[in-house]
């Protein structure tokens, strides 16, 4: 399953770099696009990955999720 989380404050290729780099620290691949403001998580499972971490790390880096 896929999942797309609304991100805003990115502006460009770093910003989707420095979202990608923490999701996989977490051991999570993602790809961030700034132009759709899109952060998405391929094979996401939500029995091994938690949301709430993954919002956490995303908005640590100075982004705020759209609910």
């Known amino acids: 399953m896929k999942k797309v989380i609304k ?4 502006h460009c290729s770093s910003c989707e ?4 780099d923490s999701l996989n620290d977490l051991g999570i691949k993602a790809t ?3 132009k759709k403001n899109e952060v998405i998580i ?5 029995k091994k990955i938690d ?10 880096n100075g982004y705020k999720i759209v609910k």
């Open 7 to 10: 991100v805003t404050g990115m």
């Open 42 to 46: 391929d094979n996401f499972d939500p």
């Open 32 to 34: 961030a696009d700034h």
């Open 51 to 60: 949301l709430e971490k993954v919002y956490k790390a995303i908005e640590e």
């Open 17 to 20: 770099f420095l979202i990608k």
